[in-house]
């Protein structure tokens, strides 16, 4: 029997700055479904790989494909159309939009009536071809706005009262954890096949956090492919089906959670950052 294809299929991956080597010759398969969490010290190059899986960096070698097609260096609209969505690691929303608005933009990608096909022959017209159905509103227009609305406010339930109650609240005007919140709530709105969440508990306490993870669970159980960057390795080790360790660019580790936290190499790149490093000193226990 032959393994289940690869969603996400990354080879040699490579990205340099000056003399620094960020992602060195990085290999990484993730399977439709599967949770896979990236971590290693501060300055690995984990954000810097999610950037080059995103189509946010370009690399200086090695591939990116996606459902079997060749996704390198396209940029990241594109990779949005075909089901990529990503957080970042300090939280992007459109401040001076409103919650509703923040997550009705990244419904739009999917919106059939008011948004040309993309990547079309006829892109070019495609801005013009929007506006003008969006003055003429016709009733594909209405119905669709109607479901994308509808759709959205679920998916904002998903954070209990935490948003639903601040709808129409412009998002600068929000907590930090809310406003990280609404970009999840953003990045869920696309309808992603794949789910890339940069430290989505970073600056949240411990209820916060708590919340988060559930969450973020209850996507996995949903059957999210979810790539995820964490520092809190309690919720790493309990959320994650595989883990990948990086450490100066490069992967040192890549196994079931109880394995890469038994690993010395890992237990050494941890301990070896413990004086500069933010993240935990020691591996913690895997859930059971
Ligand atoms: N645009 C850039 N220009 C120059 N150097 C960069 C750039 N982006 C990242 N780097 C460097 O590349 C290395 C990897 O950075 P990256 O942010 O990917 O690490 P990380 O593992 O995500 O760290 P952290 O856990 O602190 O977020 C670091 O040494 C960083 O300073």
Same mark, same amino acid.
């Given at each position: 029997?032959?393994?289940?294809?690869?969603?996400?299929?990354?080879?040699?991956?490579?990205?340099?700055?000056? !003399?620094?080597?960020?992602?060195?010759?990085?290999?990484?398969?993730? #399977?439709?479904?599967?949770?896979?969490?990236?971590?290693?010290?501060?300055?690995?190059?984990?954000?810097?790989?999610?950037?080059?899986?995103?189509?946010?960096?370009?690399?200086?070698?090695?591939?990116?494909?996606?459902?079997?097609?060749?996704?390198?260096?396209?940029?990241?609209?594109?990779?949005?159309?075909? !089901?990529?969505?990503?957080?970042?690691?300090?939280?992007?929303?459109?401040?001076?939009?409103?919650?509703?608005?923040?997550?009705?933009?990244?419904?739009?990608?999917?919106?059939?009536?008011?948004?040309?096909?993309?990547?079309?022959?006829?892109?070019?017209?495609?801005?013009?071809?929007?506006?003008?159905?969006?003055?003429?509103?016709?009733?594909?227009?209405?119905?669709?706005?109607?479901?994308?609305?509808?759709?959205?406010?679920?998916?904002? #339930?998903?954070?209990?009262?935490?948003?639903?109650?601040?709808?129409?609240?412009?998002?600068?005007?929000?907590?930090?954890?809310?406003?990280?919140?609404?970009?999840?709530?953003?990045?869920?709105?696309?309808?992603?096949?794949?789910?890339?969440?940069?430290?989505?508990?970073?600056?949240?306490?411990?209820?916060?956090?708590?919340?988060?993870?559930?969450?973020?669970?209850?996507?996995?159980?949903?059957?999210?492919?979810?790539?995820?960057?964490?520092?809190?390795?309690?919720?790493?080790?309990?959320?994650?089906?595989?883990?990948?360790?990086?450490?100066?660019?490069?992967?040192?580790?890549?196994?079931?959670?109880?394995?890469?936290?038994?690993?010395?190499?890992?237990?050494?790149?941890?301990?070896?950052?413990?004086?500069?490093?933010?993240?935990?000193?020691?591996?913690?226990?895997?859930?059971?």
């Amino acid at each position: 029997m032959s393994a289940a294809p690869s969603l996400l299929e990354v080879r040699s991956l490579t990205r340099r700055f000056g !003399g620094l080597t960020a992602v060195n010759s990085v290999d990484l398969d993730l #399977a439709e479904g599967e949770f896979l969490s990236v971590i290693g010290p501060n300055g690995a190059g984990k954000t810097t790989l999610f950037n080059l899986i995103t189509g946010h960096d370009d690399p200086d070698g090695g591939t990116v494909k996606f459902s079997g097609r060749d996704i390198t260096r396209l940029p990241p609209e594109w990779l949005a159309t075909l !089901g990529i969505a990503r957080t970042f690691q300090h939280g992007r929303v459109f401040a001076n939009l409103s919650v509703m608005d923040n997550v009705l933009v990244g419904a739009h990608v999917r919106f059939k009536a008011v948004r040309p096909a993309w990547p079309s022959p006829l892109s070019l017209l495609g801005p013009f071809a929007e506006v003008a159905l969006a003055l003429i509103r016709p009733s594909s227009v209405v119905t669709e706005e109607k479901r994308m609305r509808e759709e959205a406010l679920r998916i904002l #339930a998903r954070f209990g009262d935490r948003l639903l109650p601040r709808l129409d609240h412009p998002t600068y005007s929000l907590s930090y954890a809310n406003r990280r919140r609404v970009e999840i709530g953003r990045a869920l709105a696309l309808g992603p096949k794949l789910l890339l969440l940069d430290e989505p508990t970073a600056g949240m306490n411990q209820t916060e956090t708590a919340e988060m993870q559930t969450l973020i669970g209850d996507l996995k159980k949903s059957g999210l492919t979810i790539l995820l960057i964490e520092h809190k390795l309690d919720m790493v080790m309990q959320l994650s089906d595989r883990v990948i360790v990086m450490d100066n660019g490069s992967v040192i580790a890549n196994g079931k959670p109880a394995e890469v936290r038994n690993n010395p190499a890992v237990i050494e790149a941890y301990l070896g950052h413990r004086r500069s490093d933010k993240s935990e000193a020691s591996v913690p226990e895997a859930a059971e």
